[in-house]
Nanobody, 124 residues
Framework: QVQLVESGGGLVQAGGSLRLSCIVSGRTPRSYTMAWFRQAPGKEREFVVAIVWSGDTTDYADSVKGLFTISRDNAKNTLYLQMNSLKPEDTAVYYC?????????????????WGQGTQVTVSS
């Protein structure tokens, strides 16, 4: 059993920053790709960014390129998402997800593990 727990969400004004964390515990796989997804009110969950095990390859949604930065610390089994210049449209529940193997993925269906989410609210 693998558990993912997100933290770091909250309320921030437009233009502000937040840093999300996701701790992986339990029967942690030897190598796994991690990602962040988000779901805004009334909308479907969407892909935000993914990072491979080594951390040297990432894939960002166009909407967050240059604004958000994903990173991971495998020694700590922790995934991070630094979010800068936040906008009201970034308001959503943010989920971390993990999948076995080395390949990136943008589809929810390829991810094996999910956290419960952390709320990010950006006020105008």
């Amino acid at each position: 059993q693998v558990q993912l727990v997100e933290s770091g969400g909250g309320l921030v004004q437009a233009g502000g920053s937040l840093r999300l964390s996701c701790i992986v515990s339990g029967r942690t796989p030897r190598s796994y790709t991690m990602a962040w997804f988000r779901q805004a009110p009334g909308k479907e969950r969407e892909f935000v960014v993914a990072i491979v095990w080594s951390g040297d390859t990432t894939d960002y949604a166009d909407s967050v390129k240059g604004l958000f930065t994903i990173s991971r610390d495998n020694a700590k089994n922790t995934l991070y998402l630094q979010m800068n210049s936040l906008k009201p449209e970034d308001t959503a529940v943010y989920y971390c997800a993990g999948k076995l193997g080395f390949a990136l993925g943008t589809a929810q269906s390829v991810y094996d593990y999910w956290g419960q989410g952390t709320q990010v609210t950006v006020s105008s």
